[in-house]
T-cell receptor, first 117, second 111 residues
């Protein structure tokens, strides 16, 4: 079945560091990918929609200069948390929609646990 | 904006008891999806319901989509310790591809 690979699985870094998370669709093309954030014991909250070849669309309250999204190819979207601080510590999850199967559910990556010290 | 309300937030049962979680929306949904997230894990897709009144079964799990396509439920018969986790419903926001998730129901089981 369709697979979405997310890397890295976990990151621990110092405050002020920028962290890049990759989301790849391994066996399908995705013009649209989604980035979610999940704080402990909470639900998934959509941060932004990543569009191949164009600017990402951010949800209300999400700082676009803080969370840089690049979707340069049909199989790769990246999320960069710039100058990360402890409050950015969270579980970040991407998902991708198979453009060849638009009525099928999105495919989720395994998530990235980010801990900022 | 559109929201999907999910209840209960927590449910603790004895092993062997049944469990049900409910999702409701104020607007008609094109489809509804259910996910399971084990402690420390990532959400895993369980099922998608599309048709009004649809009922689908996966072994001990029964999923229902309301006639008005505004509510859905997940029922687990005779829970087992492997059912522990948080169950989320999710639905596409009207006219868009992005999903909005319910708050989730955390299921814990006493063996």
């Amino acid at each position: 079945g369709a697979v979405v690979s997310q890397h890295p699985s976990w990151v621990i870094c110092k405050s002020g560091t920028s962290v890049k998370i990759e989301c790849r669709s391994l066996d399908f093309q995705a013009t649209t990918m989604f980035w979610y954030r999940q704080f402990p014991k909470q639900s998934l909250m959509l941060m932004a929609t990543s569009n191949e070849g164009s600017k990402a669309t951010y949800e209300q309250g999400v700082e676009k200069d803080k969370f840089l999204i690049n979707h340069a190819s049909l199989t790769l979207s990246t999320l960069t948390v710039t100058s990360a601080h402890p409050e950015d510590s969270s579980f970040y999850i991407c998902s991708a929609r198979d453009q060849g199967a638009p009525n099928q559910p999105q495919h989720f990556g395994d998530g990235t646990r980010l801990s900022i010290l | 904006g559109q929201q999907v309300m999910q209840i209960p937030q927590y449910q603790h049962v004895q092993e062997g008891e049944d469990f049900t979680t409910y999702c409701n929306s104020s607007t008609t949904l094109s489809n509804i999806q259910w996910y399971k997230q084990r402690p420390g894990g990532h959400p895993v897709f369980l099922i998608q319901l599309v048709k009004s009144g649809e009922v689908k079964k996966q072994k001990r799990l029964t999923f229902q989509f309301g006639e008005a396509k505004k509510n859905s439920s997940l029922h687990i018969t005779a829970t087992q310790t492997t059912d522990v986790g948080t169950y989320f419903c999710a639905a596409p926001i009207q006219g868009a591809q992005k999903l909005v998730f319910g708050q989730g129901t955390r299921l814990t089981i006493n063996p």
